[in-house]
Antibody
Framework: EEQLVESGGGLVQPGGSLRLSCAASGFIFSNYWMSWVRQVPGKGLEWVANIKDDGGEKYYVDPVEGRLTISRDNAKNSLYLQMNSLRAEDTAVYYC?????????????????WGQGTMVTVSS | DVQMTQSPSSLSASVGDRVTITCRASQSISTWLAWYQQKPGKAPKLLIFKTSSLESGVPSRFSGSGSGTEFTLTISSLQPDDFAIYYCQQYKSYPYTFGQGTKLEIK
C-alpha cells in the first residue's frame, strides 16, 4: 500500500525550530516530487513547498521562504521540513503529499497520496 | 500569484441533487486544475486532475470542466458520502494555490 506518515509536530515557542518528517512506503520514493501543504484548523489549504525527485529543485510559497526548508533523503524514503524562526501564523496541520504535477512518468497530475498530517502549534 | 476563488463558499443540498461548484482563476491557467475532497479530520483526497480527468477509484458522478479562468466541479447525483469540503487547486505556476473551499452540507 502506498503510504505517507508524518511525524515531528508539536508545541514550539515563537522564534523556535522544529523538523517535520514524512516517511514514504509502498512506492519508489526517489521517482517522485514531493510537497508540503498546511492547513490552519478550520481554514483552507496552503501549499508550502515542493522538491524535485533528486532534491535538485525546490520551490516555496513567499511567507515561508528563508525560514522553512524542504529536503529529502531518498535512501531513507523520507521527506523533511526544517522549520526555523517560527511564527504564530505557522500554526497549522502540515501534510506531506506525493506531487505528480512535475512528474513525467505518467499522465496523472495532482497530489495523489497524502499523509495523515502533523500538528504544529507556535505559541508562548 | 494566481488567486483561486470558489463559489459558493457553502451549499446545502439533498441526496440525489445535481450540484455544481465554480472555481475562477485570476489569470489563465489553461487546464492545470485539480479538485480535492476533504472530510473532517482527514487529509484531502484527489478527485480530478487536469480539469476533467477522474482519479482512479473516484465515482463517475464526479466530473470537471472548464479552461482558462473558469472551471466547474459537478456531482451528478449527490450521495451521503459526498458531504464534505471541496477545494480547487491550480498548478500552472508557482506558488501552487488553492481556492478557499466550498462546504457541501446536507439540506
Amino acid at each position: 500500500e502506498e503510504q505517507l506518515v508524518e511525524s515531528g509536530g508539536g508545541l514550539v515557542q515563537p522564534g523556535g525550530s522544529l523538523r517535520l518528517s514524512c516517511a514514504a512506503s509502498g512506492f519508489i520514493f526517489s521517482n517522485y516530487w514531493m510537497s508540503w501543504v498546511r492547513q490552519v484548523p478550520g481554514k483552507g489549504l496552503e501549499w508550502v513547498a515542493n522538491i524535485k525527485d533528486d532534491g535538485g529543485e525546490k520551490y516555496y510559497v513567499d511567507p515561508v521562504e528563508g525560514r522553512l526548508t524542504i529536503s529529502r533523503d531518498n535512501a531513507k524514503n523520507s521527506l523533511y521540513l526544517q522549520m526555523n524562526s517560527l511564527r504564530a501564523e505557522d500554526t497549522a496541520v502540515y501534510y506531506c503529499a506525493r506531487d505528480l504535477n512535475e512528474y513525467s512518468g505518467s499522465d496523472k497530475d495532482g497530489f495523489d497520496i497524502w499523509g495523515q498530517g502533523t500538528m504544529v502549534t507556535v505559541s508562548s | 500569484d494566481v488567486q483561486m476563488t470558489q463559489s459558493p463558499s457553502s451549499l446545502s443540498a439533498s441526496v440525489g441533487d445535481r450540484v455544481t461548484i465554480t472555481c475562477r482563476a485570476s489569470q489563465s491557467i489553461s487546464t492545470w486544475l485539480a479538485w480535492y475532497q476533504q472530510k473532517p479530520g482527514k487529509a484531502p483526497k484527489l478527485l480530478i486532475f487536469k480539469t476533467s480527468s477522474l482519479e482512479s477509484g473516484v465515482p463517475s458522478r464526479f466530473s470537471g470542466s472548464g479552461s482558462g479562468t473558469e472551471f466547474t466541479l459537478t456531482i451528478s447525483s449527490l450521495q451521503p458520502d459526498d458531504f464534505a469540503i471541496y477545494y480547487c487547486q491550480q498548478y500552472k505556476s508557482y506558488p501552487y494555490t488553492f481556492g478557499q473551499g466550498t462546504k457541501l452540507e446536507i439540506k
